[in-house]
């Protein structure tokens, strides 16, 4: 069974453990890692996206950042972070590879499968610019069906208007498309 810390609105522990169960059936608040995957092609950043799983308990089917999970209670983000690149994508990154963007919160509910899905999260951003062939990637077939990089601009302005293809959360865009501008004029 996951379990999850509880956190309060800035998305500190408040100390409470709540199953993943219980969490996405009450929208109980707590924190995910999202790694996204970038590089430079031909002057454009491009991102690699997943493909969930048919079988994933929300958005199965659908594009999604590169690689994400929950932060397991008593878990640090960047702990997670790694480990989610690791079981999703077979990527054995070290701390110093992942670039912190910052955070962004994640709240819906919806029903998938015939069951309602509440989601209350503070998602923390990481970034990843090392090299990544998606031939050798080792792909966790219950979690990502498939990768493909697309253009970062085309998935900002295709994101809202596509959600039969897309899940990307749009607030993820923005901490990376910030991020870069930061790095950018540094």
């Given at each position: 069974?996951?379990l999850?810390d509880?956190?309060?609105?800035?998305?500190?522990?408040?100390?409470?453990?709540?199953?993943?169960?219980?969490?996405?059936?009450?929208?109980?608040?707590h924190r995910?890692?999202?790694?996204?995957?970038?590089r430079?092609?031909?002057g454009?950043?491009?991102?690699?996206?997943?493909?969930?799983s048919q079988?994933?308990?929300?958005?199965?089917?659908?594009f999604?950042t590169?690689?994400?999970?929950?932060?397991?209670?008593?878990?640090?983000?960047?702990?997670?972070?790694?480990?989610?690149?690791?079981e999703?994508?077979g990527i054995?990154?070290?701390p110093?590879?992942?670039?912190?963007?910052?955070?962004?919160p994640?709240?819906?509910?919806r029903?998938?499968?015939?069951?309602?899905?509440?989601?209350?999260?503070?998602?923390?951003?990481?970034?990843y610019?090392?090299?990544?062939n998606?031939?050798?990637?080792?792909?966790q077939?219950?979690?990502v069906?498939?990768?493909?990089?697309?253009?970062?601009?085309?998935?900002?302005e295709?994101?809202?208007?596509?959600r039969?293809?897309?899940?990307?959360?749009?607030?993820?865009?923005?901490?990376?498309?910030k991020?870069?501008?930061?790095?950018?004029?540094?």
């Amino acid at each position: 069974m996951e379990l999850f810390d509880v956190i309060d609105s800035k998305g500190n522990p408040t100390g409470q453990i709540v199953s993943r169960e219980k969490a996405h059936a009450e929208g109980i608040p707590h924190r995910t890692a999202h790694i996204w995957i970038i590089r430079e092609k031909e002057g454009r950043v491009q991102i690699l996206l997943q493909k969930r799983s048919q079988n994933k308990d929300s958005f199965p089917g659908k594009f999604d950042t590169s690689s994400a999970g929950h932060i397991q209670a008593g878990d640090e983000p960047l702990e997670s972070a790694l480990r989610e690149l690791k079981e999703e994508l077979g990527i054995s990154a070290v701390p110093e590879q992942l670039h912190f963007a910052g955070t962004f919160p994640i709240s819906f509910a919806r029903e998938f499968h015939g069951k309602m899905f509440r989601d209350e999260e503070i998602a923390f951003v990481y970034i990843y610019k090392e090299s990544v062939n998606t031939d050798e990637l080792v792909l966790q077939t219950e979690e990502v069906e498939s990768v493909q990089w697309f253009d970062l601009e085309e998935v900002c302005e295709k994101c809202e208007k596509y959600r039969d293809i897309f899940c990307v959360p749009t607030g993820g865009l923005e901490v990376v498309r910030k991020y870069l501008d930061k790095v950018k004029t540094a």
